[in-house]
């Protein structure tokens, strides 16, 4: 394979990773993270980003609680919320989206190893 074959290669190999990632933030900025507290009794609900989109409070959690004890709850399950959205994206960004194998920085480093061959910075 000559080297404008190889660049090319590469060149659609980077091309299909930015296209499967660019989907797959698509994909998870669209979801919702929920975190709970007080038997369930409450319910957060977070986007992707962790802005706060739903909050439920069962009756059941509104009359056992005072004020104070009910708030701490809901900072509770508002945590637990975000905390859920944020393994998500560490998730998503560590394993990379299906199809590529997660290794964009592998591809560039093959990229970079192709350069620096054919600049003579580095032996074959």
């Known amino acids: 394979m000559d080297e404008y074959e190889e660049l090319d290669r590469l060149a659609e190999q980077l091309a299909g990773a930015a296209a499967a990632y660019e989907a ?3 994909e998870w900025s669209r ?3 929920t975190g709970t507290a ?4 409450i319910v ?3 986007d992707a ?3 706060l989109v739903s909050l439920q409070i069962s009756l059941r959690s509104k009359r056992r609680h005072d004020g104070v004890t009910l708030g701490d709850a ?3 399950a508002v945590h637990a ?3 859920a959205a944020a393994e998500a994206q ?3 960004m560590r394993s990379g989206p299906a199809g590529i194998g997660g290794d964009l920085g592998g591809l560039l480093a093959d990229a970079q190893r192709s350069f620096e061959r054919r600049g003579g910075l580095q032996p074959d």
Request: aromatic share 4%; glycine share 8%.
């Open 49 to 51: 980003m962790g802005n």
């Open 31 to 33: 979801r919702q993270f």
């Open 74 to 76: 809901v900072v509770t």
């Open 81 to 83: 919320a975000e905390q």
């Open 24 to 26: 797959s933030v698509e």
């Open 90 to 92: 560490e998730t998503m």
């Open 44 to 46: 957060a609900t977070v």
């Open 38 to 41: 007080d038997e369930e009794g």
